[in-house]
């Protein structure tokens, strides 16, 4: 028998009826993992991947370790059936098997199931709609937890508001910045988008995001924040300074060219305010940061990946409805 959740589902801000009680939890869970041990007992939750993690599938195992769940990892992208989402239709293509069938099978199968999705990046309004795990929602039965979807990655933003309220202990309110770095390939908007919403919703402090002409996000997450292409701007005087890729929303997938360097140095650090480096991790060092950065006394981005755990822990709680 399924108890009710106090969480219906964690798939972005809006599923949270408390943003600063949950970042409390994760803090608590961090200062004493084993506090609720008999939350999971006999509760199982099921990890799919459609794509690659080493941090959320890592973290996500040990949170529900810590509350005595367990949980079945499914490499689903790789080792699974290739999965339809499009209603109604005749299934002679590459798709074996229907979401409609697929969602009970796994809520059958477990107490809250965790997916991590990425977009295609071709078709903007299909990713935007977020269909898989929409429809899982509507099919499953269970909670659903984002591990990483289309379009955000509410995991990672608790874990980095965890992590900036354990950094910020003065009174006025932190300037954060989200700044664009470079890269070689197209990458999803889903953590930017999904740090933009936390931080619009929660308001610690102000957030200003800077990224070069053509690669404004959407203002669904966006709106609240300052936006500027002027990297000296949002870094002077900067508290926190969140370092992340993304490609073009407005030119779906793409890479529009910058001739401007974007990438942050220990030099350019110096008109902060002494300002806190966070990336999310992956990272390619010298090309999205430079390494004087991450090897140097500024980077939190390893106690950053460590609060993934306890973030991750607070919101299976929830989901539990313990
Ligand atoms: N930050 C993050 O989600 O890392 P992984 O892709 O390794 O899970």
Redesign the pocket.
């Known amino acids: 028998m399924k108890r009710f959740s106090i969480m219906k589902h964690f798939t972005s801000v809006y599923d949270v009826p408390d943003i600063s009680g949950l970042i409390r939890s994760a803090a608590a869970f961090k200062a004493a993992p084993r506090a609720n041990r008999s939350a999971g007992t006999d509760r199982r939750i099921g990890l799919i991947f459609m794509n690659?993690?080493?941090?959320?599938?890592l973290s996500t195992q040990l949170a529900a370790r810590n509350l005595g769940m367990e949980a079945i990892v499914f490499d689903l992208g790789s080792d699974g059936w290739k999965i339809e989402l499009e209603e109604g239709v005749i299934m002679n293509g590459t798709t074996v098997e229907h979401i409609r069938d697929a969602a009970p099978v796994l809520g059958s199968y477990f107490d809250i199931i965790g997916i991590r999705t990425f977009p295609g990046l071709l078709d903007r309004d299909a990713d935007y709609q977020e269909r898989f795990i929409e429809q899982l929602k509507r099919y499953a039965g269970v909670p659903v937890l984002s591990l990483?979807s289309a379009t955000l990655?509410p995991l990672?933003s608790l874990a980095d508001l965890l992590t900036i309220t354990e950094h910020w202990n003065r009174p006025e309110p932190p300037k954060i910045v989200l700044i664009w770095a470079p890269h070689i390939k197209p990458l999803l908007q889903c953590?930017a988008n999904s740090f933009a919403q936390w931080m619009t919703k929660w308001k610690p402090g102000s957030l200003t995001i800077a990224h070069p002409e053509g690669y404004a996000l959407s203002t669904t997450f966006t709106n609240g924040a300052t936006i500027t292409h002027d990297q000296d701007e949002a870094l002077r005087g900067a508290d926190f300074v969140y370092v992340k890729n993304w490609s073009s929303f407005e030119h779906y997938g793409e890479m529009p060219v910058v001739k401007a360097n974007w990438l942050l140095t220990q030099d350019r650090l110096s008109i902060t305010n002494d300002a806190k480096v966070m990336h999310?991790?992956?990272v390619r060092r010298n090309l999205e940061l430079g390494e004087s950065v991450l090897d140097g006394p500024s980077s939190i981005v390893t106690e950053q990946?460590g609060n993934?755990v306890w973030a991750a822990q607070a919101v299976i709680e929830k989901l539990l409805g313990a």
């Open positions: 690659p993690s080493m941090r959320t599938r990483e990655h990672q953590v999310c991790l992956p990946a993934r």
